[in-house]
């Protein structure tokens, strides 16, 4: 590890706030924490939040056998001001595909305010729905879309989001202490906004890897494929994007990753059998991970 500890400190130098950094293969963790790092305090993961929401999608559409092509708002029974709006799909809200008017990110900038005016409105599904749609499905990332499919999660199974994603995937996870954010209707954000200690953070990394945690079933073999799924092309600096998870390579071993806005990443290689993840505060410059990564795989 004295590899990755060189590369992570002279990150931390230039004031890049890596806290810690966690590897995990062959079901063993190696766990290093830095400066500042405090086991006990919930720590937020932003858009890793995603993924937890599609794992969540991906659970309840296999239990109640529908079809993810199947328009969202035929078991949401809400009704959009954009009349294009009313064919899309589960699918494409989970794979940002939506082709809804969205500038959140410009090579992981934001790029202009419809974020914080998501944030800040009083009836965010209105505010996301008054916008453009384009007349084809196009990829454009929208953590508003990703806060919708909370909203579907809760009108096919009768009850509040965190409960259902508490049962489906905290629960196998043994993770007993999260903190979510809430929108205007109380609802908790779908897109972001959950916080979790570092020592449960590190439990996403053999589910995504295998679906397990520990002895436990959480993805069965189809459902896991179903994730793993590249649905989207290139996009931003990586070679593709689906369920949450964004897929690129590191020296030529491709990588299957869940990313936080703020330094938190989760990296799974499957030719390798290795999963990596951070926690920190790296804002606005990125790429630091993927530079230790270059280093230490």
């Given amino acids: 590890m004295t590899k990755v500890l060189q590369a992570i ?6 004031g890049k706030q890596i806290k810690l950094y966690a590897k995990y ?6 766990v290093i924490t830095f400066g500042g790092y405090d086991k006990t305090t919930l720590l937020p993961i932003f858009s890793i939040t995603k993924f937890i929401t599609c794992c969540t999608v ?3 559409a296999k239990q109640k056998r529908i079809d993810l092509d199947t328009p969202i708002f035929k078991h949401w029974h809400y009704n959009p001001s954009n009349v294009r709006a009313k064919n899309l799909t589960i699918s494409q809200f989970a794979n940002m595909t939506t082709g809804i008017d969205w500038q959140e990110i410009d090579t992981f900038y934001q790029a202009d305010n419809c974020f914080n005016q998501f944030l800040k409105s009083h009836d965010p599904m209105r505010f996301l729905f008054n916008r453009e749609i384009a007349d084809k499905p196009i990829f454009t990332y929208n953590s508003a879309v990703s806060h919708a499919l909370s909203y579907w999660v809760e009108a096919v199974t009768g009850q509040r989001f965190e409960m259902t994603v508490n049962q489906l995937i905290f629960e196998p996870l043994a993770i007993e202490n999260y903190q979510w954010q ?3 209707s109380g609802r908790v954000y779908g897109g972001h906004g959950l916080a979790l200690k570092g020592d449960d953070f590190i439990k996403l990394m053999p589910l995504l890897a295998t679906g397990r945690y520990q002895n436990k079933l959480v993805f069965d073999a189809s459902l896991l494929r179903q994730l793993h799924h590249k649905v989207v092309g290139q996009t931003a600096e990586y070679n593709g994007y689906g369920h949450g998870l964004w897929h690129g ?3 030529n071993a491709p990588f299957i990753g869940a990313f936080g806005n703020a330094g938190q990443r989760i990296y799974y290689f499957p030719s390798l059998g290795q ?3 951070f926690l920190g505060n790296t804002k ?3 790429g630091i991970q993927e530079s230790i990564l270059n280093k230490i795989i």
Avoid: M
């Fill in 9 to 14: 400190e002279r990150q931390n130098q230039r």
């Fill in 25 to 30: 293969q062959a079901g063993k963790y190696d």
């Fill in 58 to 60: 991906l659970k309840v």
């Fill in 182 to 184: 809430r929108d205007a």
């Fill in 249 to 251: 390579k590191i020296k």
């Fill in 275 to 277: 999963s990596h993840a």
């Fill in 284 to 286: 606005p410059e990125f």
